[in-house]
């Protein structure tokens, strides 16, 4: 059974660059959710998507933007990176039903010099 | 704004003690509730949750927690840790109907010495 997969796992960028970090939710989930998890810190939330729409979103800039495919894969963009961007980005999927209960990946950490 | 707090960091126990990991959260209405666990090198995932119904629930590996509605805290228990049981641990907090996101506490990472 296919957990959640995420890729790349590590990437580095500078500052004003733009990223595209990938998604493969668990096999049966429809619900794809981002996290940014800073360190020392717990995951904070990014968005929800949800039948190709951003069902929910968290208190994050316009910067971070995502998309989800007809297959329920997703993908988080971020435009014009700061140095505060770096952080591990975790997907987690889920099914439809909104119980929390949340699948993750291992997370892309972004490193922005 | 919602917050989850996590009494402590840092933890450090020998094999064969107790544990008891404190989590608090700030939102009024009806919650989810959950623990979840990262053991070193692998991914997040869940320990136990809390819907509705008994408020002292079982999850995996030996660990329950107990609901206590009044004092908006989740806390997280083990009779007897064992050394494998060295991780960070999460507590997380939904709120049912009206919200999809968790809110997390900052995390507990919990030192096992043989």
């Known amino acids: 059974d296919a957990g959640v997969t995420q890729s790349p796992t590590h990437l580095i960028k500078t500052r004003g660059q733009q990223v595209t970090l990938r998604c493969s939710p668990k096999?049966?989930?429809?619900?794809v959710s981002w996290y940014q998890q800073a360190l020392g810190q717990g995951p904070q939330f990014i968005f929800q998507?949800?039948?190709?729409?951003?069902?929910q979103r968290g208190n994050f800039p316009d910067r971070f933007s995502g998309h989800q495919f007809p297959n329920y894969s997703s993908e988080l963009n971020v435009n014009a990176l700061l140095l505060g961007d770096s952080a591990l980005y975790l997907c987690?999927?889920?099914?439809?039903?909104?119980?929390?209960?949340?699948?993750f990946g291992e997370g892309s950490r972004l490193t922005v010099l | 704004a919602q917050s989850v707090s996590q009494h402590n960091h840092h933890v450090i126990l020998s094999e064969a003690a107790s544990l008891e990991l404190g989590c608090n959260y700030s939102?009024?209405?009806?919650?989810?509730l959950f623990w979840y666990v990262q053991y070193p090198g692998q991914h997040l995932q869940l320990l136990l949750k809390?819907?509705?119904?008994d408020p002292l629930v079982k999850g995996i590996k030996g660990f329950e927690a107990e609901f206590i509605k009044s004092k908006f805290s989740f806390n997280l228990r083990k009779p007897s840790v064992q050394w494998s049981d060295t991780a960070e641990y999460f507590c997380?907090?939904?709120?049912?109907?009206?919200?999809?996101?968790?809110?997390w506490g900052a995390g507990t990472k919990l030192i096992i010495k043989p």
């Open positions: 809390y819907f509705s119904g």
């Open positions: 096999s049966g989930h429809d619900t």
């Open positions: 987690a999927s889920s099914g439809t039903r909104n119980t929390g209960e949340l699948f």
């Open positions: 998507y949800y039948e190709e729409e951003e069902r």
């Open positions: 939102y009024g209405g009806t919650v989810n």
């Open positions: 997380a907090v939904n709120e049912v109907d009206s919200n999809y996101q968790l809110i």
